[in-house]
């Protein structure tokens, strides 16, 4: 019950931009902590007088580790964003991507946008972990092996963007002025659509920055998808994680 009546806190079925939201992590919520120590601080509009410049026809993916991707989320969600939760990840001992904060944050999350009462058009602001694939080594057997990536189909369509009024994304994340590989396909479509992409990291008073998307590896191939979910693994309950299996020993014969 817990798990769900989360869920739709953060996706009410109403909301434009729920049919997005991953729902995989939220059923961890009842063996997990209650929330981020010390919550959400608020993120004073004198220190981002950028922000207003933006407004309600630009989408934001923030793209941070972990517990400070949703606190960041949670902070534009008081200024009128949508906070959108794209951790596609499940949980398990051993795992190799940690989503003990993550989950934490998603509690908070709970009481901080039912006491927003966001309109069901609030532009989005979608919520990666930048640490979602940490390494293409290969993984120990035994541990949960839950790195994940994004799809373009994990978000909506330059299309659908522009339909809702959007026409400007702005990517924040920690460092860098491009994105991760995996997000690169998904901006450089929206690039492709008419949309602007801005970039912001480092001070929090220092302004986003206008940037072209360069064009990524394999982008619009067929074979895309193929090798970037090449040596991940994915999870029963939905999204990306299962247990790394021992070698088998064939001990034979003479």
Known sequence: MLARETFFIW???EAVWSPWAKPVLFSDLAEMPNGIPGGVPPLPSEEVPWLSVFGSRTAFVVDLAGEAAIIRGL???????????????????SEVVPTREIIAGLHTGRGVLSSLHLPVTAPPAFLLDSGRLPHRMAVSPGNYDNRWVVLPQDFPSGGRLRKQGIDTVLLWQMSGTQPLDDLAHVLRRWQEAGLRVFVKCGALAQ????????????FR?????????????RSSAGGFGAVVPEPSRNRGYG
């Open 221 to 233: 191939s067929v074979f895309h998808r193929f090798f970037v979910l090449m040596g991940l693994r």
């Open 75 to 93: 902070q534009l969600a008081q200024h009128g964003y949508r906070p959108v939760p794209l951790f596609n990840t499940s949980r398990a001992g």
């Open 11 to 13: 996706a009410p079925p």
């Open 207 to 218: 302004a986003p920055e206008l940037i072209t998307v360069k064009r990524p590896s394999r």
